[in-house]
């Protein structure tokens, strides 16, 4: 996979404009545009074909998925049909939950431009948040389990209810590598900052380099790119920094 390939750019506006204008600039120099929430809520779903016609070749939607087995079956379908490359569930959802999302995605019926058919869509747990914190785990969330601990059994719990992959912070990926040792499994980690970037609201960070070098698959990397003087100068200041961290490793 070339460098650039392995950036996930989080699309996190909140207007089509802006978003438009971020795929146009950068179309060609990340793998992956991540929608999440805020865009959707403010544009509706015809933001995926407004950002595809702007150059979007693969787009991940952030949804964070977490209801009843039923209903995040439904919503999984429907999500389906869009033909995203990845949606997002929660692994804390339980394993029905999991595996009733992972069975709507393998059996939705994809419409795609021209009638052709989409690759299927990757469905991947998150396990916990990169904002949260050891002592948010324990005193506001009331989970006794060490942190790392914790991630490892969510991602355990995707893994077996089929999901391709999971969302981790890059603090706790050599822990995955080892609890799932399967080299398909996807590690996509946010809580990526180039060094020296404004941590912002995340709590468990590493550089682009550290994060690979651990065994990340694919890094989401938002503000640092997005809201920078020059966002095509700084994804390709990051995908630099990733080529590099690869020749070094082999």
Known sequence: ME?????????????AYRAIQLVQQLRDLVGVFKVGLELVTATGIQIFDKLRDAGAQ??????????????????????ARLGVWGVTV??????????????????????????????????LGVTVLTSI???ALHQEL???????????????????????GVIASPQEIEALRGAVPDPDFLIVTPGVRPAGADPGDQARILTPAEALRRGASYLVIGRPITAAPDPVAAARRIAEEIAHASRTAS
């Open 142 to 164: 009331h989970v006794a389990d060490p942190l790392e601990a914790y991630v490892v059994h969510l991602a355990q719990l995707a893994y077996q209810a089929g999901c391709d």
């Open 133 to 135: 914190d050891a002592t």
């Open 90 to 123: 929660h692994a804390s959802g339980g394993r029905a939950m999991l595996e009733a999302a992972v069975q709507a995605a393998r059996q939705a019926i994809h419409s795609g431009p021209d009638d052709a058919t989409p690759p299927q869509t990757l469905v």
């Open 58 to 79: 693969r787009i991940f939607y952030d949804a964070k998925l977490h209801d009843i087995p039923n209903t995040v079956a439904g919503a999984m379908r429907g999500v």
């Open 3 to 15: 460098p650039a390939q392995r950036i996930i750019c989080a699309l996190d506006v909140d207007n």
